[in-house]
């Protein structure tokens, strides 16, 4: 059924996943489309995000989030329109950014809703390159990262929002970028299109010789972005004093347990201690959310300078964000994935 003026489709959690989410996991509802109150608005939902992070929030494991509840509306990110306004400085028509949820209709107060205007250019872009997966790249690489000309960046997911602003970024600043992706056809965008050094495909063989080929000077700043085998390649790499922004372990979040091997963490601690590196996780609007219009600007510029390509993949339907999403931690996006559910 798709998006109509009376009915409000709402994505609820039925069930916390082991593992990837499955058909149980989310389960969709109908129900009556909310009026605003004073002081209110009514939002509806043109494009839905979908990010890695919302794995987490179907867990109920201890994290810096809480977890949706069952039955609750899964949450996220989305571009909306104003249906109806009873709040000052939003109309009827105005696009919006607002952290609406899997679902068609949402009452606001106006807290934490940016106004986008009558008539934005690529509103959907709010939640890519323009928002938050831009200012997580953004903020990860210029404040944790603090790369120099000349420097060497190693970068995975390389081809996804965050991944591919950072390498952009980071070539911007002057720094030799490598990325690290799934597939030839990623890699070959990453080197041609986005500009990176050189890209390193996960998925076929020999990624630690590759990886070395492709880093003759090592690595200064890794921005972590997935885990797994890719840090595992890495980590040989990483010169004195290199810098890693923890931003996300993507090949860990459908994980059951911790995978089997040698146990190599006092290694790893040692690696830390004798090359004297940084590494420091972070959230990017628990940290960098002050520097949000900076960062606006200086990205903004470079996206309309055309020096920073930016790369969406749009699903249609509400009904189908749940295997999307899940196709998403599987790597099967190619650039930022979102889901259009709206009529405009
Ligand atoms: P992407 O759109 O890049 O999607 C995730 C990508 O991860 C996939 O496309 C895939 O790319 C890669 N991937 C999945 N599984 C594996 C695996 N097993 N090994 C290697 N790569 C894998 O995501 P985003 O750009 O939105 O986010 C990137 C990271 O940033 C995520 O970890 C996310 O959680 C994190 N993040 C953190 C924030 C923070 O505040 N700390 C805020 C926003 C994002 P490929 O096929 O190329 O391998």
């Known amino acids: 059924m798709p998006q109509s003026d009376t009915v409000n489709r709402q994505w609820i959690l039925n069930r916390r996943p082991k593992g990837e989410p499955d058909a149980d996991t989310l389960k969709l509802i109908e129900t009556d489309v909310p009026q605003p109150g004073p002081g209110e608005m009514l939002l509806r939902a043109e494009y839905l995000s979908l990010d890695p992070y919302m794995r987490g929030r ?17 949450v996220g990110g989305t571009v909306s329109r104003v249906v109806a306004s009873q709040l000052d400085g939003f109309a009827e028509g105005d696009w919006v950014l607002n952290f609406g949820g899997w679902q068609d209709y949402t009452l606001s107060d106006g807290t934490e809703v940016t106004n986008l205007g009558k008539n934005p250019d690529n509103p959907s872009w709010a939640l890519g390159a323009l928002g938050m997966p831009g200012l997580t790249a953004w903020a990860g690489l210029t404040k944790i ?31 030799r970028v490598v990325g690290i992706a799934g597939g030839p056809e990623k890699c070959s965008y990453a080197v041609e299109t986005l500009g990176f050094d050189a890209c390193i495909d996960h998925k076929a063989d020999n990624l630690k010789e590759n990886l070395a080929e492709a880093t003759p000077d090592g690595i200064d700043v890794y921005f972590e972005n997935v885990g797994g085998k890719v840090l595992n390649a890495v980590l040989p790499r990483l010169n004195d004093h290199a810098r890693i922004p923890v931003c996300g372990l993507v090949s860990q979040y459908n994980a059951t347990s911790l995978p089997d091997g040698p146990d190599r963490l006092n290694w790893l601690m040692s690696q830390i201690l004798i090359k004297r590196m940084t590494l420091r996780g972070f959230i990017v609007f628990e940290e960098f959310g002050q520097y ?10 470079w996206i309309r300078d055309g020096k920073l390509h930016y790369r969406e993949e749009v699903i249609d339907g509400l009904e189908n964000a749940p295997n999307a999403f899940a196709g998403l931690l599987r790597g099967e996006n190619f650039g930022k994935r979102v889901i259009r559910l709206g009529k405009d």
Do not use: W
Request: glycine share 18%; hydrophobic share 40%.
């Open 58 to 74: 179907m867990s109920d494991a201890p994290s810096y989030a809480e977890p949706v509840e069952i039955g609750g509306v899964m």
């Open 292 to 301: 949000y219009n900076e960062f606006a600007s200086e990205v903004g510029g």
């Open 145 to 175: 990262g603090q790369p120099k000309p000349g420097e060497t960046i190693a970068v995975a997911a390389a081809t996804g929002p965050v991944g591919a602003t950072v390498g952009q970024i980071g070539k911007i600043l002057g720094c």
